[in-house]
Each structure stands twice: as structure tokens, then as C-alpha cells.
């Protein structure tokens, strides 16, 4: 089945920073998700991106639907304590009958 | 809304029980959906139902694993004989079209130890 790459895996940042992680897929997606995890909870959903090249931001959070429709990235500007935590991409490919690709996750660590 | 209700959150066991995981979707959404969480493998799709009917079995890992939704409030995953290598968090979601891939709502999980 198709597999997501997230990159990077973790990331220690200094509170303020801003923060970028990306996915890349071998084929389309028709959707990219971005959810945060947080210990002992389940995924959280932050920005849904249903069209190539759309960008949207939800506060200090902006994620874009890659043109190729193979990549998608989140921005996160101004990091403050409480963004630590697991962020995912998710995507759905064509057709919607294969439920969510998740990708192994970017672990976001901050300094305070 | 109560959200995704899952039980219970942790489950200790011994090799060879039989284990039961329990699932309430947000109530009016038509899809539900099983994942694992382990660390090697990350998030994987189990099993999938739409209103009630199981559409997509092929990540179940083999025939330990059975899922079934007797109504639209609730579902259950179970495995007989439980095995280590079971050990994860198991969780359900729910979505109302998966078409146009709305949201799926995750619960918190449930904690599976098979010792």
C-alpha cells in the first residue's frame, strides 16, 4: 500500500522558533490531514487540505497540499510549550476506500 | 458531544486470554474505523465499517483478530488468543462521509499489555 515519509522524525527548538515538517508519498493523495497526538490521547485534528495547492492556516499553524499532490508540509509559527507532541500526516488516496495513510510521526520537542 | 468513547484505556493480560475492545462513535457518523499504534509500525488501519458493514478487513493482522458493529453506537474488537506482539494502543474513529474524507475522530485509545 502506499507509504507516507515524514521528515524530520524529531526536532528540539527553542520556544519561539518557528517549526516546519513535511510528508512526501510515491503517489497521489485526493487529501492531506495534519493531526497532533498528545501522550495518552488519541490524534488530534488540526488542518484538512482537500485540493491541490490549497493552503490554510488555523492560527499559528499553516499547511499546504503539495501541487504534485505527493507532499504536503505544516508550518508552525512561534512555538510555545504547548505544541510539544507527536504531529502526523494522514492522507487519502483516490477512489477513498483505503481509510488513512499515516505517516511515523515528528516528534516535536521544546526548550524552554 | 461526548466525543469517541473507547474501553477500557488499559488492558493487562496473559498470553492465550481472549481480549475485547470496546468502541462508542460520535453518534450520527456512518464510518468507523480501527487503528494500532506501536512504535515500529506507527498508525495502521485494521478495519473499517460503513453503516454497520465491515468494507475493508485487510489490515486485520491475521485471523486472531475479528471486529464486528451489531449497531451504529457501537463496535468491538476482539483477539483470541491475545499474544505479546499484540501489545499496543488500539483506536477507534469515527467519520460522517469518508467520500470527501471528513474528519476522523479519534478516541483515546486503549492501552493493550499482553504479557
Known amino acids: 500500500g502506499q507509504q507516507l515519509n515524514q521528515s524530520p522524525q524529531s526536532m528540539f527548538i527553542q520556544e519561539g522558533e518557528d517549526v516546519s515538517m513535511n510528508c512526501t508519498s510515491s503517489s497521489i493523495f485526493n487529501t492531506w490531514l495534519w493531526y497532533k497526538q498528545d501522550p495518552g490521547e488519541g490524534p488530534v485534528l488540526l488542518i484538512a487540505l482537500y485540493k491541490a495547492g490549497e493552503l490554510t492556516s488555523n492560527g499559528r499553524l499553516t499547511a499546504q497540499f503539495g501541487i504534485t499532490r505527493k507532499d504536503s508540509f505544516l508550518n508552525i509559527s512561534a512555538s510555545i510549550p504547548s505544541d510539544v507532541g507527536i504531529y502526523f500526516c494522514a492522507g487519502q488516496p483516490p477512489g477513498g476506500a483505503d481509510g488513512l495513510t499515516f505517516g511515523k510521526g515528528t516528534h516535536l520537542i521544546i526548550q524552554p | 458531544d461526548a466525543g469517541v468513547i473507547q474501553s477500557p484505556r488499559h488492558e493487562v493480560t496473559e498470553m492465550g486470554q481472549e481480549v475485547t475492545l470496546r468502541c462508542k462513535p460520535i453518534s450520527g457518523h456512518d464510518y468507523l474505523f480501527w487503528y494500532r499504534q506501536t512504535m515500529m509500525r506507527g498508525l495502521e488501519l485494521l478495519i473499517y465499517f460503513n453503516n454497520n458493514v465491515p468494507i475493508d478487513d485487510s489490515g486485520m493482522p491475521e485471523d486472531r483478530f475479528s471486529a464486528k458493529m451489531p449497531n451504529a453506537s457501537f463496535s468491538t474488537l476482539k483477539i483470541q488468543p491475545s499474544e505479546p506482539r499484540d501489545s499496543a494502543v488500539y483506536f477507534c474513529?469515527?467519520?460522517?462521509?469518508?467520500?470527501?474524507?471528513?474528519?476522523?475522530?479519534f478516541g483515546p485509545g486503549t492501552r493493550l499489555t499482553v504479557l
Open positions: 474513529a469515527s467519520s460522517l462521509r469518508l467520500i470527501r474524507t471528513d474528519t476522523q475522530y
